[in-house]
């Protein structure tokens, strides 16, 4: 089965870190760019942080720039989402996405489509 499963979301108190895995499983993230995700209750979704297929390009909302940071292990299948700084604005639901390209050096493009989404893990920030 083709899936992305995200892990490590939780309850913090401001200011705290938090740090989230998405773990592709049935595919390779060898060729897929990443992108991170977040819906909160009664909100649009919105694109945290992107990442290339070859892991040199990122970028990043505004929101959360300098406080985010995101990172890719091949090795390990698997695409991280280190949050620190945390603020209860960051609460909401994070997804991880994958897209299959070939272009390795682009990390985000208005309106791409991706092929993969996790399910999902709540992250809850309290003040």
């Known amino acids: 089965q083709l899936q992305l499963v995200e892990s490590g979301g939780g309850l913090v108190q401001s200011g705290g870190s938090l740090r989230l895995s998405c773990a592709a499983s049935?595919?390779?993230?060898?060729?897929?760019?990443i992108g991170w995700f977040r819906q909160a209750p009664g909100k649009e979704r919105e694109g945290v942080s992107f990442?290339?297929?070859?892991?040199?390009?990122?970028n990043y909302a505004d929101s959360v720039k300098s406080r985010f940071t995101i990172s890719r292990d091949n090795a390990k299948n698997t695409v991280y989402l280190q949050m620190n700084s945390l603020k209860p604005d960051d609460t909401a639901k994070y997804y991880c996405?994958?897209?299959?390209?070939?272009?390795?050096?682009?990390?985000?493009?208005?309106?791409?489509?991706?092929?993969?989404w996790g399910q999902g893990t709540q992250v809850t920030v309290s003040s």
């Open positions: 990442l290339s297929r070859n892991g040199r390009n990122t």
């Open positions: 996405a994958a897209r299959q390209t070939s272009l390795a050096y682009v990390s985000y493009v208005p309106g791409y489509v991706y092929d993969y």
């Open positions: 049935g595919f390779s993230l060898d060729n897929y760019s």
